[in-house]
């Protein structure tokens, strides 16, 4: 099977782990190439609500001026398309940051990046809503910053999150072992991997550490290909799960210089043709990439692009008979 593009190529990409899975259900899914979306919820923002916890004291004393909030909306917006969208595009790994309400009553918990998203009980239901419809597709959700919660808002969120799946979720196992036979065997379609000590109360919490996701921290985009390159570099000493973040991040001084023209303007649009290239020259294998994550996923043939890659995994079965 040769992924191509077409009139076709929307449909297929929303059920490209079922198609591709075809020929690949042996395959590990660790060694497999999976698109993801960076700071997966953010395509909605409340520019109305309080900046969140997750800001400084000084940046949440500025943002009571609401010409702020706006200008933080520009720059905490890293998506354009819903949960649903990025499902139907492709996408199967969502970067998760979850924050309570301070001052709020109840356990509720919401997105959060800078600025309150949806609740992530909306989100859960809008994933669990594609799977229902496309049972042999499989996602991970990396829950990956808590912000204003203790245990029992811990607690409130795992409830949800099993609510949510159900037997949709995949139990804590060896990474070796987990192949898309083995997840369509048992009816199992989610990943979940929780950074917290809680996670071992629950069987279908994954740790935090089998998803390792390094963070170069650079505007610079050279910088960042050769801080991929390094990290993959270091993959094979883990078993674990990897995540290749292919984005860029701006500086104080980065937003102070282009204020209104936000995130996409000053740093993604123009960079995105070259991470995209090195998305293309990559290799599978332990040392190869796994999941790749990027902001503003349907600017380019992102999802695509790294789904495609997937050819030569059925390649090297080739070859080898």
């Not at 990474?175 to 199992?188: A, C, G, I, R």
């Not at 910088?223 to 860029?248: D, M, P």
């Not at 282009?258 to 290239?277: A, D, E, S, Y």
């Amino acid at each position: 099977f040769v992924v191509c593009k077409g009139r076709n190529e929307g449909s297929f990409q929303g059920t490209w782990v079922y198609v591709l899975g075809e020929s690949l259900f042996l395959k590990l899914i660790f060694l497999g190439f999976f698109p993801g979306s960076h700071d997966s919820f953010s395509y909605w923002v409340d520019e109305k609500s309080p900046v969140g916890p997750d800001q400084a004291t000084a940046v949440k004393r500025l943002a009571r001026i609401s010409l702020v909030r706006k200008i933080m909306k520009k720059w905490s917006v890293t998506q354009n398309l819903t949960f649903k969208e990025q499902l139907e595009g492709g996408i199967r790994y969502f970067d998760l940051r979850v924050s309570s309400k301070p001052g709020e009553i109840g356990k509720e918990t919401y997105f959060i990046h800078g600025l309150f998203g949806i609740k992530v009980w909306d989100g859960l239901q809008e994933m669990n809503s594609f799977l229902e419809q496309h049972p042999k597709e499989v996602i991970f959700l990396d829950f990956n910053h808590f912000y204003a919660m203790d245990d029992s808002h811990h607690h409130f969120l795992i409830n949800r999150i099993r609510s949510a799946f159900e037997s949709k979720l995949c139990c804590v196992e060896c990474v070796e072992y987990v192949t898309l036979l083995y997840m369509w065997e048992k009816k199992h379609q989610v990943l979940i991997f929780y950074h917290h000590p809680l996670y071992q109360e629950y069987p279908f919490l994954w740790p935090g550490n089998k998803m390792p996701a390094p963070w170069a921290n650079t505007t610079n985009v050279h910088k960042l290909l050769q801080f991929l390159e390094t990290t993959l570099g270091e993959r094979s000493r883990y078993g674990t799960f990897h995540v290749s973040q292919a984005i860029l991040t701006p500086r104080v001084k980065t937003i102070v210089r282009h204020l209104i023209r936000g995130l996409k303007n000053t740093l993604v649009h123009r960079n995105l043709p070259m991470i995209l290239n090195w998305v293309k020259a990559q290799k599978p294998g332990v040392m190869g990439v796994n999941i790749i994550t990027s902001d503003f996923v349907e600017l380019v043939d992102f999802a695509a692009t790294v789904i495609a890659l997937n050819n030569l995994l059925l390649e090297d079965d080739e070859s080898a008979t």
